[in-house]
């Protein structure tokens, strides 16, 4: 019995871990390109329109 719910519990859970995992990977990754970019244009006038 306490194998079954924590399976159910582990199945119901699984897709939000996932979703925050990937998340926080896209977070990581999308700022370390943003500032390898930022220092590879660096002195460019069209860094000033960034966000």
């Known amino acids: 019995m ?3 719910i924590a399976i159910a ?3 119901l859970l699984s ?3 996932i979703t925050l ?3 926080a990977v896209a977070a990581l ?3 370390s390109l943003k500032g390898d970019a ?3 244009h660096e002195g460019s ?3 000033e329109t960034n966000y």
Do not use: D, H, T, Y
Request: proline share 5%; no cysteine; hydrophobic share 50%.
């Open 29 to 31: 990754l999308g700022n």
């Open 45 to 47: 006038s069209l860094i």
């Open 2 to 4: 306490v194998g079954g």
């Open 38 to 40: 930022e220092s590879r």
């Open 9 to 11: 519990v582990i199945l």
């Open 15 to 17: 897709p939000f871990m």
């Open 21 to 23: 995992s990937l998340a």
